[in-house]
């Protein structure tokens, strides 16, 4: 009797293991059910490698804190701006996070950084939206200012192993109780030790070698299932969460001039993931050009559309033919064009083209089943603060691209948004960027528009412009509460306007900051701090008044944080409400 009732509580438990697993959708259903996705780029990946790039020092490990969120412009991220994105017909985010910067020597991540990430995710999964997390910039390209630790190579590897398990054996604790609509990312950009792009070994001479190309393949394979085994292994529910591997440098294959092109799609093994059968992604990212160069990398003018749909379809069927046919979706964990990053990018210079493929790579990528997740833009830099979108009618081109033409999405505009500001200068010319963006030419605009809440102290400010003819700057005194700035139509290009600071110290209120174009029309500013001051009691204003993010708080004078909690202590660097408005605290 003993042994029957033994044998029946092990089917029952059975059949309960049976029925969780059964609750948790297949990589290809939650690869189907995520929608269009977005990244939430330049802000937990963001770091600065200011001691030293030497990652056998003990001081390469941890060298930031929270302040890290914001190193590279951006603001703290806020429910709100994850509330947004939902609305507007967004249905994933991808929240890249770098580690290295947060965690020691031995691999133990900083309590406070895990609890930050736990926090965004929760922004991203309390809107009933995917969320995908990983591990970012411990891995790219190594430079002069950065080092990367985790690399496409069979000796790094062998060196990294353990760390790198250990890292995801605390994301896997921290989130194991997390449902489906979390998925882990093992890694990002990996590369090898030569830090080559397109496919493993291009930087070597004669842009192959075949076996620094084997190490590559080997070590990213390697990764992949050190990232798979540790993840399971912490049970809960990831012993069925749907996992994502990336190819190598996550290179999508596109392109016809190299023979080796294809090869990180061909060398990339489905990890053994026995536990957690048919939940495994590949993900790769692409960023096809979309202008024609000659031999020296000069402009020749705009691809056709043809051409460029051309590619879209030729890298589609690489991804059935050379991943997909190994058993797991596919994902396009970020795209965009070639020159996101330039001073004038393609939304800048060729509007047209790039909507025109971006219809079409998500039109066509929705019919393959395959989820996109667009780079960084569409909100960026002070409109996720207010939140707004700083490139709406891109956001409604690849929102109607997915859910079709008819659809109508929610899209507050940032052009309807400004921010007053206090600004401290603690330091002789110091610098406050009145406009740091893309760059534009003083044919389109003819004027930048200040307006102070009282005239400055005599001889504290200087208008400070630079532009491509003048790179040193041209400055003019600042003198009144009202003053403008008129641009010279032969100025050309201006890449940035500040407030300069003449003494070593001073204190101004910021009301608005526009710059007015040639017809008449004005574009409010998002100012940030460059060097030498500080930012604080940073208000967002709407054309119709101020904005407040929460109508029901208090206006008692007190600080509270973003869920309605008061502070009983002075409050640390980031963003908080005091009197119904947003403040950031530096």
Known sequence: MGRLITLMIGMLLMITIHIEAADFETAKEAVKN????????????????????????????????????????????????????????????????????????DGNVDAAWMARVHEVVDYVMNQGMYCIINVHHDTGADGNSFKSW??????????????????????????????QHLLFESYNEMLDKLSSWCFASFAASGQYDASVATSAYNAINSYAQSFVTTVRATGGNNAQRNLIVNTYGSCSGGGTWNQHLKDPL??????????????????VHAYPSLVNTDNKGKITGNRTISSIKSEIDEMINGWNTHLVSKGAPVILGEWGTSNVDADVTDYDARHELMFQFCEYLVQQCKANDIATFYWMGLTDGMARFFPAFSQPDLAKTILQAYHGSSFNPVLPDAKDFSISCTVDYNQQWGEFNLYKGSSFTSADYSSVVLELEDAPASGLLQWKVSWTKYSNGYTRDITSAESTLAFAANMGTITGITLQCKQSSGRVRIKSVKLKNRNGEELPCSPSVAWGCTMSDVTANSSTGIYVMKQDQP??????????????????????LMNGKKIVVN
């Not at 061909?266 to 993931?273: A, C, G, I, L």
């Not at 206006?555 to 908080?576: A, C, F, H, T, V």
């Open 34 to 105: 995520m929608g269009l996705g977005w990244n939430l780029g330049n802000t937990l990946e963001a770091n600065n490698q200011t001691v030293t790039t030497d990652i056998t020092s003990e001081a390469f490990w941890g060298q930031q804190g929270l302040e890290s969120e914001t190193c590279w412009g951006q603001y703290p991220t806020t429910p709100e701006l994850l509330k947004m994105m939902k609305e507007a017909g967004f249905g994933a985010i991808r929240v890249p996070v770098t580690w290295y910067n947060h965690m020691d020597k």
């Open 150 to 179: 985790i690399k496409a190579d069979e000796a790094n590897y062998a060196q990294n192993k353990n760390r790198y398990e250990k890292l995801w054996r605390q994301i896997a604790e921290e989130f194991k109780d997390y449902d």
């Open 266 to 283: 061909k060398e990339m093994n489905y990890p053994t993931d026995a536990a957690g059968e048919g939940r495994i992604i590949f993900q």
């Open 555 to 576: 206006s008692d004078g007190k600080i509270y944080d973003l869920s309605g909690r008061l502070l009983k202590q002075r409050p640390k660097k980031g963003l908080y």
